[in-house]
């Protein structure tokens, strides 16, 4: 994407300020670039938030008037659910590169036009256009954030620098002050994460210096035009709190979007799939059956409506893809120590995922009734098989092979069994048995090694058969 005011097309860009003025470049606010290189986009219909999944319909368009309006910006939403991930794509619809005074002992990215520093002012009165150097400042660095939680006044705002009283400059001048992180993004892109742990004296400073453009620094007053665009990030259940946030902040916040999570499954399994970053092949390749990515992801859906996990902290999509790698470890694991080409993912291989998932739930305390979250989880797991099950018993029929199991017949699974063992306990099966691998037709034993531990999962979830559990290794049985 190129602007119509980048300078960037031509063999060399101006480095001082007559050059700048022949190139035709003209000054412009930070939302103004931003909303006119959006709409050039748009126009040419090409992707705006490249990789944000399932939000087309929802979030994006939101997000799109937004810009189009000029408007600083709250995203609300639990965690996972790509807050972060789009503020920084904020960036996209920057110029390649902005030209700034280039001025020795400047703190801020001046505009050549519109100095707003006593430094620059100076410089710009007593120097000619051709005195005066210019340099680029590139998008991706136009581009700030902060976390909330123990961000000091200092830090985004400023503070008297004593190395320079100790100078000899006088307290009572402009040049006395560090900057912090606002006053030098400067013609770029502000982003806080976390507001509603912000400290409520960094509120009050951040609306006046946004809002009034004044800021008192150790009783300084300091007047600066700061030009900025400005994104926050917040979970409901901090920021609707009676005085997390100042009213005069949250008054000033032109839109508010609402993030959700992924509302079908398979949009949840292309994140994961997306953002796992996994390589299924190698020297040890590895395949997930797609309903074993259907339970997985079927775990997390599990998660955000159990009673027993806090709801108002959600369940991130870290949660899901951190689960997905565990699994896919498990499984070239085996393949390692087996000689299995491909490993193929089971169930079994889910009773590693305690690694990945603790921690990462944060349990009601009300709803869970002191469960741990290694039983929470053994019940979400559970129910999720269940879930997915019931969805492949109505296409394939397969409650027709918990008859077999009413022969005494028992089969043990295990993450380190080896496939073959699978093929050995199915041969003085009846036929019937052979409905599990339509779930995923296949003649490879590691493939059907997956689907009979689905199936026998699936069985026990209807209460269909019993199970027993001895040292990682499952035995499955008729009742």
């Not at 709250?74 to 619809?93: A, D, H, N, P």
């Not at 007047?223 to 400005?230: G, S, T």
């Not at 306990?425 to 409905?435: H, N, S, T």
Request: aromatic share 8%; charged share 25%.
């Amino acid at each position: 994407m190129t602007s119509s005011n980048d300078v960037t097309d031509t063999p060399s860009r101006p480095v001082n300020l007559k050059e700048l003025k022949e190139s035709g470049w003209q000054s412009r606010s930070v939302k103004q670039e931003i909303q006119e290189n959006f709409m050039r986009m748009l126009a040419a219909e090409e992707e705006t938030f490249p990789g944000m999944v399932g939000y087309e319909d929802t979030v994006l368009p939101e997000i799109h008037l937004a810009l189009i309006a000029g408007h600083d910006m709250l995203f609300m939403g639990e965690k996972g659910q790509g807050k972060s991930r789009m503020m920084r794509m904020m960036v996209r619809f920057l110029d390649e590169a902005v030209p700034y005074l280039n001025i020795p002992g400047c703190p801020v990215h001046e505009d050549p036009y519109h100095p707003i520093t006593s430094v620059a002012k100076n410089f710009v009165a007593t120097h000619g256009d051709e005195e005066i150097p210019i340099a680029w400042w590139p998008r991706e660095e136009r581009y700030a954030e902060r976390l909330a939680p123990g961000t000091k006044f200092a830090d985004v705002i400023g503070e008297i620098d004593p190395a320079k009283l100790a100078g000899g400059v006088s307290m009572s001048t402009e040049e006395a002050l560090h900057f912090g992180l606002i006053p030098r993004m400067h013609r770029g892109i502000f982003a806080m994460n976390e507001l509603p742990e912000l400290d409520e004296l960094v509120q009050v400073g951040l609306f006046n210096m946004l809002e009034e453009r004044d800021v008192q620094i150790r009783g300084y007053p300091v007047n600066f035009d700061i030009d900025l665009v400005l994104l926050f990030s917040a979970n409901p259940s901090t920021f609707n709190r009676s005085g997390k946030v100042i009213p005069q902040l949250k008054d000033r916040i032109g839109s508010v979007i609402h993030t959700h999570y992924p509302r079908q499954r398979d949009l949840g399994i292309q994140i994961i799939e997306q953002e796992a970053g996994v390589r299924l092949d190698g020297d040890y390749p590895v395949v997930m059956p797609y309903f074993m990515k259907e339970v997985l992801e079927q775990v997390t859906e599990a998660a955000r409506k159990s009673k027993f996990v806090d709801q108002q902290s959600g369940v991130s999509a870290r949660f899901s893809i951190a689960n997905y790698s565990t699994v896919i470890a498990s499984a070239r694991h085996r393949g390692i120590l087996l000689n299995e080409k491909p490993a193929v993912v089971r169930l079994s291989d889910f009773g590693h995922i305690y690694t990945s998932s603790l921690g990462k739930l944060e349990l009601d305390m009300m709803g869970s009734h002191q469960m741990s979250e290694r039983q929470v989880l053994d019940a979400l797991i559970a129910e999720a098989v269940g879930t997915v099950f019931q969805e492949y018993i109505q296409e394939h029929g397969l409650e027709q092979i918990a008859e077999i199991f009413q022969k005494g017949i028992k089969i043990e699974v295990g993450d380190l069994l080896p496939s073959e063992y699978y093929s050995e306990r199915l041969k003085r099966v009846p036929p019937v048995w052979d409905r599990a691998f339509e779930v995923n037709a296949s003649e490879n034993p590691a493939m059907r090694a997956s689907c009979v531990e689905f199936v026998l999962a699936g069985l026990y979830a209807l209460d269909r058969i019993s199970r027993a559990q001895h040292h990682g290794k499952i035995t499955y049985e008729f009742e």
